[in-house]
C-alpha cells in the first residue's frame, strides 16, 4: 500500500477542501488526474480513426548513426510500410526514401528543398497523415513537422503504441500496453512548455489541449500511476505463475522452452504445430501476440516440457517500450533453453536476427541462455527448391509441417544433453 506521506506530498496531490479526505479518495484523484494527462498527452486510440498515409524513410547517407550493413533503406521502408498497414484504418498512399545527413535530430530532419519536395508530394497524394521512419520523434520535431506539413506525424514509437491498444485482447496486455505508453506521455510532458504551443498542435497524435484542470504535478502523477500499473501487472503475472506452477507440479514439467524472435516470425503457429492445439491465436499481422502463454508438450522421449509464447521484436524502437513488457518476457529471462524462430524467406532476416539478439541483451537475458539458443527457420515452404541453406538452422514450416520431427528430436536430444531430462 502506498504510504500517506508519498500521496500527502504537496508537490502531487490536489488541494482537497476536506481535511479528512481518504486514503481512497486521494488515489482516486490521482486516478482521475492520470486520466486528463493521458487524454492530453497521449496516443489516440486508432479505432476509429483512418488515414491515407505518406510513409518516408530518411535515408542518413553516412555517419555513425547510418543503418546497419545488414540491411537497406529500401527493406527498412517496407517494414515501416508493413508497420503502418498493420492499423486497419490507415491505408499507405504513397512512400519514399528521402536521403539526409548525419542523423535525424534536426528540428525538420530535412533542408528546405526536400521538405518542399515532400509537400508537393503530399498533396499530390492526398494524404492525411506522414509517417517518418524513425524511432522516436522530439516534441519539438513533431510540432515544427506538424507545422509545415500541417497534417499528423507518426514515428515507429507511436505506430507500434497504436498497434498494441488496438489488438491488446487480455488484462495484462492492455496494462503493459498503459505501462508502455507512459513514457511517452512523461517525454511529451517535459518538454511541452518549452516547444509546443497552440499554434503548433497535431490533433490526431499529440491532442494538447492544454488542460488546467490538473492541480498536482504532473510528472508526479504519471510516477504513481506507473508505480500503480506495475503493481496491478505484477499480480496478473503472479497469479498466471501460481497457475502454471500448480500444473507444472502436477504434469513433472522438467524444463521450460521460450520462443523469440521478429515479430511475424511464426512463433504462436511453431507453439500450435508441436502441440497440436488449435486454440492458439495465429494471425498473419506485425504484433499478434502480445502477451505470454505456457503450453504443454511431450518430447519423443515421453518427458514433458513447457513452451512460451512471447510478443516479437521488431528495430529502432527505445528499448523501455518492450521493457514496460518486462512482466511478460520474464519467461524469457527464466526459460532453460530458447528457440529462436526466423522467417527464412524474409530478405531482411541478417538484420532481423541481430535486433533480436540485441534486444536480449538489452533486457539482460544470461549469455549462457543466448549462447545455447536453437535457430528455427520457418516458412521454409516459400524458398525456392534449390536456396542455399544453412547448416546451423533448423528449416520447417508450420503451414506443411516440414522439418518439425528433426526440430523435437533436437530438442528432447539438447534437453537430455543439458538439462537431464
Not at 69 to 90: G, H, K, V, Y
Not at 293 to 308: D, E, K, M, N, Y
Request: glycine share 4%; charged share 25%.
Amino acid at each position: 500500500m502506498l504510504s500517506r506521506r508519498f500521496l500527502w506530498k504537496s508537490c502531487a496531490v490536489r488541494k482537497f477542501h476536506s481535511t479528512s479526505a481518504t486514503l481512497t479518495e486521494q488515489i482516486k484523484c490521482y486516478d482521475d488526474e492520470y486520466r486528463i494527462l493521458a487524454d492530453t498527452l497521449g496516443i489516440r486510440n486508432a479505432s476509429t480513426e483512418g488515414h491515407s498515409v505518406l510513409v518516408v524513410h530518411p535515408k542518413i547517407r553516412w555517419g555513425r548513426n547510418s543503418a546497419r550493413s545488414s540491411t537497406s533503406p529500401e527493406l527498412q521502408l517496407q517494414e515501416a510500410i508493413a508497420l503502418t498497414s498493420t492499423l486497419p484504418n490507415f491505408r499507405v498512399c504513397s512512400s519514399v526514401i528521402v536521403g539526409t545527413d548525419y542523423n535525424t535530430k534536426k528540428k525538420r530532419i530535412w533542408a528546405q528543398g526536400r521538405l518542399d519536395a515532400l509537400a508537393e508530394l503530399k498533396e499530390k497524394q492526398r494524404a492525411t497523415a506522414l509517417m517518418l521512419n524513425v524511432n522516436l520523434l522530439s516534441p519539438l520535431q513533431q510540432a515544427e513537422l506538424f507545422s509545415f506539413f500541417r497534417v499528423p506525424i507518426f514515428d515507429r514509437y507511436n505506430i507500434v503504441l497504436l498497434i498494441f491498444k488496438m489488438f491488446a485482447r487480455t488484462k495484462e496486455a492492455r496494462l503493459q500496453t498503459e505501462l508502455a505508453e507512459i513514457p511517452y506521455i512523461r517525454c511529451l510532458q517535459r518538454h511541452r512548455l518549452k516547444c509546443i504551443d497552440a499554434e503548433h498542435v497535431d490533433p490526431s497524435v499529440l491532442h494538447v489541449n492544454f488542460s488546467t484542470s490538473i492541480k498536482g504535478d504532473k510528472l508526479e502523477i504519471l510516477r504513481f500511476r506507473e508505480q500503480t500499473l506495475r503493481k496491478r501487472i505484477k499480480a496478473v503475472v503472479e497469479e498466471k505463475v501460481t497457475t502454471a506452477s500448480k500444473e507444472t507440479a502436477q504434469r513433472g514439467i522438467a524444463a521450460t522452452v521460450a520462443l523469440v524472435g521478429y515479430t511475424n516470425a511464426g512463433k504462436s503457429s511453431l507453439i500450435r504445430r508441436l502441440t497440436g492445439d488449435k486454440s492458439i491465436f495465429v494471425e498473419d499481422r506485425l504484433f499478434a501476440t502480445l502477451d505470454a502463454s505456457a503450453h504443454f508438450c511431450r518430447l519423443p522421449s515421453g518427458t514433458p516440457i513447457l513452451l512460451t509464447d512471447t510478443i516479437g521484436f521488431i528495430s529502432d524502437l527505445p528499448v523501455q517500450l518492450f521493457a514496460s513488457f518486462h512482466a511478460t518476457l520474464s519467461h524469457v529471462v527464466n526459460a532453460d533453453l530458447l528457440l529462436l524462430v526466423e522467417d527464412v524467406s524474409h530478405p531482411d532476416r541478417a538484420a532481423q536476427r541481430e535486433v533480436v539478439i540485441e534486444t536480449l541483451s538489452a533486457l539482460s537475458v544470461k549469455r549462457s541462455l543466448v549462447n545455447s539458443i536453437l535457430v528455427v527457420g520457418n516458412k521454409c515452404d516459400k524458398l525456392e527448391p534449390h536456396a542455399s541453406r544453412q547448416p546451423d538452422l533448423f528449416y520447417i514450416s508450420c503451414l506443411n509441417g516440414t522439418g518439425m520431427k528433426q526440430l523435437i528430436a533436437e530438442i528432447d536430444k539438447v534437453g537430455r544433453i543439458f538439462f537431464k531430462f
